[in-house]
């Protein structure tokens, strides 16, 4: 079974940078997908980022250029790092996991959540 907890959001200004992490146990980086969402007020919540088990990767257009989905295997901590933010980019922030077999969009496993303003 996969925990997942998230630290590292905040409030940061227009153009600014933000890491989030994401520490998980019961966790192999190599038989688990991992990814970021987002729910901003008012919208769906939106896939910002997924890791495959092979370490294989996509970006949301919204973000592609600006943030960096990477993963200490040694620490089994994932990271995304956030640059050049934008205010459209204030949203609540999670982590999940899933295992690689599972096909589609579930993931089972989530994080609690961390907000992330920009202004």
């Known amino acids: 079974h996969v925990q997942l907890v998230e630290s590292g959001g905040g409030s940061v200004q227009a153009g600014g940078s933000l890491t989030l992490s994401c520490a998980a146990s019961?966790?192999?980086?190599?038989?688990?997908?991992a990814a970021w969402f987002r729910q901003g007020p008012g919208k769906e919540r939106e896939r910002v980022v997924i890791i495959y088990g092979d370490g294989s990767t996509s970006y949301a257009d919204a973000v592609k250029g600006r943030f960096t989905i990477s993963k200490d295997n040694a620490k089994n901590t994932l990271y995304l790092q956030m640059n050049s933010l934008k205010p459209e980019d204030t949203a609540m922030y999670y982590c999940?996991?899933?295992?690689?077999?599972?096909?589609?969009?579930?993931?089972?496993?989530w994080s609690q959540g961390t907000q992330v303003t920009v202004s």
């Open positions: 999940a996991a899933r295992e690689s077999y599972i096909p589609g969009s579930y993931f089972p496993y």
């Open positions: 019961g966790y192999t980086a190599s038989r688990h997908d």
